[in-house]
Protein backbone atom coordinates (compact mmCIF):
# COMPACT_ATOMS: atom_id res chain seq x y z
CA UNK A 1 0.00 0.00 0.00
CA UNK A 2 1.22 3.46 -0.67
CA UNK A 3 0.50 6.27 1.24
CA UNK A 4 1.67 10.08 2.36
CA UNK A 5 1.71 12.27 5.12
CA UNK A 6 1.59 15.91 5.26
CA UNK A 7 2.76 16.19 8.92
CA UNK A 8 1.37 20.37 9.02
CA UNK A 9 -2.22 21.16 8.52
CA UNK A 10 -0.96 24.88 9.30
CA UNK A 11 1.55 27.20 7.55
CA UNK A 12 2.27 30.69 8.20
CA UNK A 13 5.37 32.85 6.51
CA UNK A 14 5.75 36.13 6.28
CA UNK A 15 5.92 37.95 2.82
CA UNK A 16 9.68 37.25 1.10
CA UNK A 17 10.73 34.33 3.57
CA UNK A 18 11.36 31.31 2.33
CA UNK A 19 8.67 28.82 2.99
CA UNK A 20 8.77 24.97 2.81
CA UNK A 21 6.12 22.46 2.96
CA UNK A 22 7.03 19.00 4.04
CA UNK A 23 5.77 15.68 2.74
CA UNK A 24 6.88 12.09 3.06
CA UNK A 25 5.61 9.35 1.62
CA UNK A 26 5.99 5.14 1.67
CA UNK A 27 5.15 3.18 -1.58
CA UNK A 28 6.50 -0.21 -2.13
CA UNK A 29 8.33 0.14 -5.27
CA UNK A 30 10.26 3.94 -6.73
CA UNK A 31 8.13 6.65 -6.22
CA UNK A 32 6.60 9.21 -9.14
CA UNK A 33 5.96 12.50 -6.63
CA UNK A 34 4.05 15.31 -7.47
CA UNK A 35 3.05 18.42 -6.04
CA UNK A 36 -0.90 20.57 -6.50
CA UNK A 37 -1.88 23.38 -4.95
CA UNK A 38 -6.20 24.34 -5.04
CA UNK A 39 -7.11 28.42 -4.38
CA UNK A 40 -10.40 29.07 -3.17
CA UNK A 41 -13.14 27.61 -5.08
CA UNK A 42 -10.97 25.90 -7.69
CA UNK A 43 -10.04 22.91 -8.56
CA UNK A 44 -6.18 21.27 -7.74
CA UNK A 45 -3.52 22.89 -10.58
CA UNK A 46 -0.42 20.85 -11.01
CA UNK A 47 2.78 22.27 -9.97
CA UNK A 48 5.92 20.08 -10.31
CA UNK A 49 6.51 16.27 -10.50
CA UNK A 50 9.64 14.15 -9.25
CA UNK A 51 10.18 10.69 -12.00
CA UNK A 52 13.63 10.03 -11.73
CA UNK A 53 17.09 12.13 -12.22
CA UNK A 54 17.80 15.54 -10.51
CA UNK A 55 16.41 15.09 -6.73
CA UNK A 56 16.10 19.31 -7.05
CA UNK A 57 12.67 19.54 -9.54
CA UNK A 58 11.79 22.88 -10.31
CA UNK A 59 8.03 23.59 -11.15
CA UNK A 60 5.36 26.34 -11.78
CA UNK A 61 5.37 29.83 -10.07
CA UNK A 62 9.07 30.11 -8.66
CA UNK A 63 8.27 26.62 -6.73
CA UNK A 64 11.03 23.63 -6.19
CA UNK A 65 10.98 20.31 -3.81
CA UNK A 66 13.66 18.24 -3.07
CA UNK A 67 13.43 14.65 -3.33
CA UNK A 68 15.38 12.89 -0.65
CA UNK A 69 14.74 8.95 -0.82
CA UNK A 70 16.53 8.16 2.24
CA UNK A 71 14.10 10.57 4.50
CA UNK A 72 11.32 9.34 2.15
CA UNK A 73 10.43 12.99 1.58
CA UNK A 74 9.21 15.55 -0.88
CA UNK A 75 9.22 18.71 0.28
CA UNK A 76 8.01 21.91 -1.36
CA UNK A 77 9.50 25.35 -1.10
CA UNK A 78 10.00 28.34 -2.23
CA UNK A 79 13.20 31.00 -1.77
CA UNK A 80 10.44 33.81 -1.10
CA UNK A 81 6.74 33.51 -0.47
CA UNK A 82 3.99 35.97 -2.13
CA UNK A 83 0.72 36.85 -0.52
CA UNK A 84 -0.63 35.50 -3.60
CA UNK A 85 1.10 31.76 -2.36
CA UNK A 86 -1.96 31.42 -0.26
CA UNK A 87 -3.36 28.61 -0.89
CA UNK A 88 -3.74 24.82 -0.05
CA UNK A 89 -1.33 22.08 -0.94
CA UNK A 90 -1.07 18.59 -1.72
CA UNK A 91 1.42 15.99 -2.42
CA UNK A 92 0.66 12.88 -3.90
CA UNK A 93 2.62 10.21 -4.66
CA UNK A 94 2.09 6.79 -7.10
CA UNK A 95 4.16 3.63 -7.28
CA UNK A 96 6.51 3.91 -10.63
CA UNK A 97 5.68 0.05 -10.89
CA UNK A 98 3.87 -1.25 -14.10
CA UNK A 99 -0.02 -1.58 -14.05
CA UNK A 100 0.53 1.16 -10.87
CA UNK A 101 -2.07 4.25 -11.73
CA UNK A 102 -3.78 5.52 -8.83
CA UNK A 103 -2.41 8.93 -7.00
CA UNK A 104 -2.69 8.64 -3.06
CA UNK A 105 -3.06 12.20 -1.88
CA UNK A 106 -2.17 13.55 1.69
CA UNK A 107 -4.54 15.48 3.91
CA UNK A 108 -3.65 19.00 2.62
CA UNK A 109 -1.18 21.88 4.12
CA UNK A 110 -3.07 25.17 4.07
CA UNK A 111 -0.45 27.86 3.02
CA UNK A 112 -0.94 31.29 4.55
CA UNK A 113 1.43 34.36 3.46
CA UNK A 114 1.19 36.92 5.72
CA UNK A 115 1.46 40.52 4.28
CA UNK B 1 -7.75 23.46 -15.87
CA UNK B 2 -10.39 25.20 -18.34
CA UNK B 3 -10.27 21.63 -20.42
CA UNK B 4 -12.15 19.43 -17.67
CA UNK B 5 -15.45 21.21 -17.03
CA UNK B 6 -17.82 19.89 -14.56
CA UNK B 7 -21.73 20.61 -14.00
CA UNK B 8 -23.29 21.56 -12.06
CA UNK B 9 -20.57 24.32 -9.88
CA UNK B 10 -22.99 24.03 -6.90
CA UNK B 11 -26.31 21.59 -6.27
CA UNK B 12 -28.13 21.47 -3.02
CA UNK B 13 -30.35 18.31 -2.82
CA UNK B 14 -32.55 16.52 -0.12
CA UNK B 15 -31.89 13.45 1.07
CA UNK B 16 -33.50 10.42 -0.96
CA UNK B 17 -32.86 12.29 -4.33
CA UNK B 18 -30.98 11.33 -7.46
CA UNK B 19 -28.37 13.36 -8.35
CA UNK B 20 -26.18 13.29 -11.29
CA UNK B 21 -22.76 15.37 -11.79
CA UNK B 22 -20.88 15.33 -15.46
CA UNK B 23 -17.37 15.77 -16.48
CA UNK B 24 -16.24 16.47 -19.77
CA UNK B 25 -12.92 16.95 -20.86
CA UNK B 26 -11.30 18.19 -24.17
CA UNK B 27 -7.27 16.98 -23.65
CA UNK B 28 -7.96 13.41 -25.60
CA UNK B 29 -7.10 11.96 -22.41
CA UNK B 30 -8.49 8.16 -22.00
CA UNK B 31 -8.32 7.79 -18.57
CA UNK B 32 -10.99 9.36 -15.84
CA UNK B 33 -11.40 9.56 -12.07
CA UNK B 34 -14.01 10.73 -9.94
CA UNK B 35 -13.13 12.34 -6.17
CA UNK B 36 -14.67 13.43 -3.38
CA UNK B 37 -12.52 16.26 -0.67
CA UNK B 38 -13.71 16.78 2.58
CA UNK B 39 -12.27 18.74 4.58
CA UNK B 40 -9.02 17.48 6.24
CA UNK B 41 -9.13 14.06 4.77
CA UNK B 42 -7.47 15.17 1.17
CA UNK B 43 -9.12 13.74 -1.63
CA UNK B 44 -10.40 9.73 -2.18
CA UNK B 45 -10.67 8.03 -5.12
CA UNK B 46 -14.69 7.22 -5.57
CA UNK B 47 -14.41 5.57 -9.45
CA UNK B 48 -12.24 5.38 -12.07
CA UNK B 49 -12.05 4.58 -15.70
CA UNK B 50 -9.45 3.44 -18.21
CA UNK B 51 -11.45 3.61 -21.29
CA UNK B 52 -15.57 3.30 -22.28
CA UNK B 53 -15.95 0.04 -21.30
CA UNK B 54 -13.51 0.02 -18.36
CA UNK B 55 -15.12 1.44 -14.87
CA UNK B 56 -13.56 0.43 -11.85
CA UNK B 57 -14.37 1.00 -7.76
CA UNK B 58 -12.46 3.18 -5.89
CA UNK B 59 -11.59 3.62 -2.30
CA UNK B 60 -14.89 4.89 -1.58
CA UNK B 61 -17.45 3.34 -4.41
CA UNK B 62 -20.28 2.97 -2.08
CA UNK B 63 -23.65 4.80 -2.32
CA UNK B 64 -22.15 5.99 -5.93
CA UNK B 65 -22.16 4.50 -9.56
CA UNK B 66 -20.69 6.09 -12.88
CA UNK B 67 -21.33 6.01 -16.61
CA UNK B 68 -18.86 6.93 -19.29
CA UNK B 69 -20.43 7.93 -21.97
CA UNK B 70 -18.14 8.50 -24.27
CA UNK B 71 -14.43 8.78 -24.45
CA UNK B 72 -14.62 12.81 -23.31
CA UNK B 73 -17.63 12.05 -20.85
CA UNK B 74 -17.67 10.57 -17.40
CA UNK B 75 -20.87 11.31 -15.14
CA UNK B 76 -21.34 10.62 -11.26
CA UNK B 77 -24.62 9.61 -9.93
CA UNK B 78 -25.43 9.13 -6.51
CA UNK B 79 -29.03 7.01 -6.37
CA UNK B 80 -30.18 8.50 -3.02
CA UNK B 81 -27.96 10.96 -2.04
CA UNK B 82 -27.51 10.79 1.69
CA UNK B 83 -26.08 13.91 4.50
CA UNK B 84 -22.81 12.73 4.95
CA UNK B 85 -22.14 12.82 0.88
CA UNK B 86 -21.79 16.79 0.95
CA UNK B 87 -18.69 16.96 0.03
CA UNK B 88 -16.62 18.84 -2.53
CA UNK B 89 -16.54 16.50 -6.21
CA UNK B 90 -13.63 16.78 -8.56
CA UNK B 91 -13.21 14.80 -11.84
CA UNK B 92 -9.60 14.44 -13.41
CA UNK B 93 -8.21 13.47 -16.70
CA UNK B 94 -4.96 11.59 -17.45
CA UNK B 95 -3.57 9.96 -20.08
CA UNK B 96 -1.94 6.04 -20.60
CA UNK B 97 0.31 7.00 -23.18
CA UNK B 98 2.32 9.55 -21.00
CA UNK B 99 4.15 7.35 -18.54
CA UNK B 100 3.85 8.95 -15.55
CA UNK B 101 0.05 9.59 -15.09
CA UNK B 102 0.08 13.20 -14.51
CA UNK B 103 -3.64 13.94 -13.34
CA UNK B 104 -5.65 16.96 -14.36
CA UNK B 105 -8.34 18.02 -12.58
CA UNK B 106 -11.96 19.96 -12.96
CA UNK B 107 -12.66 22.86 -10.58
CA UNK B 108 -15.13 20.78 -8.36
CA UNK B 109 -18.25 21.06 -8.02
CA UNK B 110 -19.88 21.53 -4.38
CA UNK B 111 -22.43 19.25 -3.62
CA UNK B 112 -24.92 20.08 -0.23
CA UNK B 113 -27.04 17.45 0.80
CA UNK B 114 -30.05 18.64 3.26
Known amino acids: AQSVAQPEDQVNVAEGNPLTVKCTYS??????LFWYVQYPNRGLQFLLKYITGDNLVKGSYGFEAEFNKSQTSFHLKKPSALVSDSALYFCAVRDSGAGSYQLTFGKGTKLSVIP | DADVTQTPRNRITKTGKRIMLECSQT?????MYWYRQDPGLGLQLIYY???????NKGEISDGYSVSRQAQAKFSLSLESAIPNQTALYFC?????????????FGPGTRLTVL
Open chain 2, 49 to 55: SFDVKDI
Open chain 2, 92 to 104: ATSDSSGSYNEQF
Open chain 1, 27 to 32: VSGNPY
Open chain 2, 27 to 31: KGHDR
